[in-house]
């Protein structure tokens, strides 16, 4: 490796890593901002949230990475400019594209890697992340008990505090409600004050009461009850100076759910695992087609059903008679009709007469002409059936006419009739329903699918729209070069918003909504490219001033011409030329 080489790459990684923090950092507080309201209150603890914004950055980190080459190429080449260090290199005789190249070795090391990333780190920690995010909002908030207030963030309890001192411990006139039992308000404890603590590691909370009553009253069969007087229950009540009551605080720890539960969703699966539920998927839809054509018989009870049979049977005797036209085609019958004629005495029967060729000819035809006449009989026997079928057909329809002329039946009919149409109507709506909802998840794999080589390819895209693009502006540090990088970025993720929307609805295709935001931006990287190449000054001033009094001044000139060319003009002119 020379040392141009080195000092490029040296140049390129110290702000890479750098950016690349930097991004993954935007994007993960912009990303758990979302959850926010599902994190106060719940006093997760340090090492939870540093668990989740673990497995969060490394879902980041695919969208990151892209905008770290983009950002950071561009400020390497920026830099080179802005210190006539890549004068100097293009001055010694090496070209842009050679200055390229290290990087572009470099880059290709990071599509793979973004790849492996994307297909395989990725997954594994979205299940670990969405599982934990899952549980972190199915915990109940830590304890808050306010004054004034019934409390039953504790499972079978209800605690009631009419005043709290400034120590959060002390509480004054306290009520607790004991549900345990399942059995009403039947256990009541009344306190003039307490004081509230937890023990165990916050496993347990103790409730340290003075000066109260515990009611209890307990519920009697019914022959106790008609046998008591007055038919009420019996109620025991015991005065206490100091009690102390010990609740369990089980139900405020993060349970954890198994993370097989999560595995099906698509985000937590690679390529091949993709591609088996897109196949999978597919062959439902297929199936939900098939059952639906099968039991379509059931729609039709009348004319519908009769002329589909119809067909069905025209279907079959068109094939037959195919069939047998093209068995007289390839010369079946006449073989067999040779072969009868023309066979040889194997002793069973009677040696029959030589036959000779114009024999045979003429029995051949005799066949011929006897087939075309059961040809013929066939065809006036099937009208005849037809003319018998249309005059059943119009004594069926006087008989219908004559049956629903009363309107009881009429109505009984209509009324039926209606029942079975919205039956199959729901029955179709609920079967169209569903085949959409598979064809958007297929789509919706197919896009996730692609956009795991997709997003890995488009580091090697803003590697051609930074390098160049840097080498153009000559401007490093964090301000051109952030401005630019965050214009190309929206512009990346607006395109891939819009197509991933489209080909969820059907309406493009979800390897092209994938590949669309590189499709767009790989034009600008060639066209930095040869601007680059040709050490076009793009981004300066001076360039378009002059173009614009260029402009101007060929404006000028086209009015002028224009003046001279119009008859008012001439005949000023000739005028004066007169005087």
Known sequence: MKKLDKLILKSFFGPFFLTFLVVVFILLVQYMLKYFDDFVGKDLGFSVFAELIFYFSINMSQVALPLAILLSSLMTFGNLGEHFELTAIKSAGISLVRTLRPLFIAVLFLVVLAFMNNNFIVPEANINAYSLLYDIRQKKPSLDIREGQFYNGIPNYSIKVNQKFPDGVSMKDVIIYDHTREMGNNSVTVADSCRMYTILNDRYLVFELYDGNSYQESRQNEFNRTASFGGVNDLARNEFSQMKMVLSLASFDLNRTKQELFAGNRLMKDMGELAHDIDSMQGVVSEVRLNLLNNADGMYDYHLKERRQRKIDSIRAATSKEREAVAVSQGEVKITVEDSILSPN??????????????????????????????????????????????????????????????????????????????????????????????????????????????????????????????????????????????????????????????????????????????????????????????????????????????KKKWADFVQKKRQGSPTEKALSDQSEGE
């Open 346 to 551: 194997t002793g069973n029967t009677p040696a029959a007469p030589r036959i000779t060729r114009e024999s045979a000819v003429e029995a051949l035809a005799k066949t011929q002409a006897k087939t075309n006449e059961q040809a013929k009989a066939d065809s006036i026997r099937a009208a005849k059936e037809l003319v018998l079928q249309r005059k059943k057909a119009a004594r069926d329809t006087i008989t219908f006419e004559k049956y629903f002329a009363d309107n009881s039946r009429r109505t009984r009919a209509v009324n039926d009739a209606l029942v079975k149409a919205r039956y199959i109507k729901t029955n179709l709506a609920n079967q169209a329903t569903r085949i959409e909802n598979l064809n958007s998840e297929i789509y919706r794999h197919i896009i996730e699918k692609h956009k795991k080589v997709a997003l890995a390819f488009s580091c090697l895209v803003m590697f051609f729209i930074g390098a160049p693009l840097g080498s153009i502006i000559k401007k490093g540090g964090f301000g051109l070069p952030v401005i630019l990088s965050i214009g190309f970025f929206i512009i990346f993720y607006v395109v891939s918003i819009m197509s991933e929307k489209y080909a969820r609805e059907g309406l493009l295709d979800g390897a092209v909504a994938a590949w669309m935001p590189n499709m767009v931006l790989l034009p600008f990287g060639a066209f930095f490219l040869r601007q680059a190449r040709n050490d076009s000054r793009l981004f300066d001033a001076d360039v378009y001033l002059m173009f614009m009094d260029r402009l």
